[in-house]
């Protein structure tokens, strides 16, 4: 899932929320929340769970279910880690307070690589899709002939290169809320394919694929990947400065803050329960419909011909035109604060065009939607969203080191997730250079 597609958004929120004028800040609502962080969770990754699916085997939906319980654990890990020091406020805060300078510059450098894979991933989307819709389409470039889902990678660069080039991202970000909406059309499509329009659900499937298990656990991972914004979503809840003056002091500061974290443990707890409720049953459909013969993207198996399976290819095809500039948009920003650029209107516009360019060369050359997602969340979700929180959670909290249950359950998370993703890795690696 695309992990950090409303964080800037949110943040902006809550810094508005917290200006002077208003003496009284509150927070955002539980369900506005439940839908950011909703939103958060929602992506691309519902696309391919059913592959997953079919990669692993109907036990594998057991792992969809461990990965998504061991990633809401780690996700209140980064709430404790905030509760350290009230001035955190984004997850590479977390990296500093945990570990300094190097430990933000290195938590950075993952969310920012993931941010641009998902960023290639929305243009190998976009070709695959449009090429299932207009097959045998070619464009001519003087005497070159581009034919296929690469001629549709360009244009869909080119589609989106202005919205790059836009510093204010309110209406981008606005729109791309809609990807929950999106997600629910997309499984009434699903279904509707499969009850009204004649596939069926006749497929039985393999109970377990052992082969498969490394894809399908990174893809699963990939689809609970939104640690980034749940710093964002935290803050966006209530003011937590409010708390610095009186914490210790004040009885009733302990009851609001007590009631402030079980607010924010039932927000992560109904992102979760949704996501995974949403993710099993595309899984299950799609694997039910089509069975070993899935796609990486359950669109790229229905049939063309019927509306209910347009409407599907259409709302996918939307969502990555209206996100990819939210989804670069830190990446640009943090290479122009680098080299000083934000002050130069052209030079930002040159840094985004270069960013953009570079994705739609990466999706040329990968264009496998599956294994690069697959890539992505074995090598890199699993640091951002199961190694990362554990290893700053312990680093920050010296009372989670005492040899205890906690202790012991996190040690199992890192060592689990050591070995998913030195294979998950391996096996994506191994696949998409057998591939080219």
Known sequence: MECQKVAMEMESQTHLQAQPQDPKPKGTTFLRTCFNGLNALSGVGILSIPFALSQGGWLSLALLLLVAVLCFYTGL?????????????????????????????????????????VAVEFLILEGDNLDKLFPHTAFRIGSLEIGGKEAFILLSGLVILPTTWLKSLGVLAYVSVGGVLASIVLAVCVFWVGAVDGVGFHESGRILRLEGLPTAISLFTFCY????????????????????????????????????????????????????????????????????????????????????????????????????????????????????????????????????????????????????????????????????????????????????????????????????????????????????
């Open 225 to 436: 990947c939104g640690h980034a914004v749940f710093p964002t979503l935290c803050n966006s809840m209530k003011d937590r400065t409010q708390f610095s003056k009186v914490i210790k002091t004040s009885i009733i500061s302990h009851f609001e803050l007590r009631n402030f974290v079980i607010a924010y443990a039932q927000v992560l707890l109904v992102c979760f329960v949704v996501s995974t409720l949403s993710y099993g049953s595309m899984a299950v459909m799609g694997y039910l419909m089509y069975g070993e013969h899935l796609k990486s993207q359950v669109t790229l198996n229905l049939p063309i011909a019927k509306i209910s399976s347009q409407v599907a290819i259409y709302t996918t095809l939307v969502n990555p035109v209206a996100k990819y500039a939210v989804i670069i948009g830190p990446v640009a920003t943090a290479v122009e604060e680098k080299f000083v650029f934000e002050n130069s209107r052209a030079l930002c516009i040159l840094v985004r065009t270069v960013i953009l360019i570079s994705t739609v060369i990466v999706a040329l050359t990968v264009p496998f939607f599956g294994y690069v997602m697959a890539f992505i969340g074995s090598s890199l979700s699993v640091i951002a969203s199961l190694i990362l929180p554990c290893l700053c959670y312990v680093r920050i909290n010296k009372s989670a080191r005492k040899v205890g249950l906690e202790l012991m359950l996190i040690v199992g998370i890192l060592v689990v997730a050591t070995v998913v993703g030195i294979v998950g890795t391996y096996t994506s690696v191994k696949q998409i250079v057998k591939q080219l």
């Open 77 to 117: 890990l980064l709430k404790r880690c905030m509760d350290s020091d009230l001035h955190i406020r984004t997850y590479p805060d977390i990296g500093e307070r945990a570990f300094g300078y190097k430990g933000r510059a290195l938590v950075s450098i993952f969310l920012y690589m993931e941010l641009y894979l």
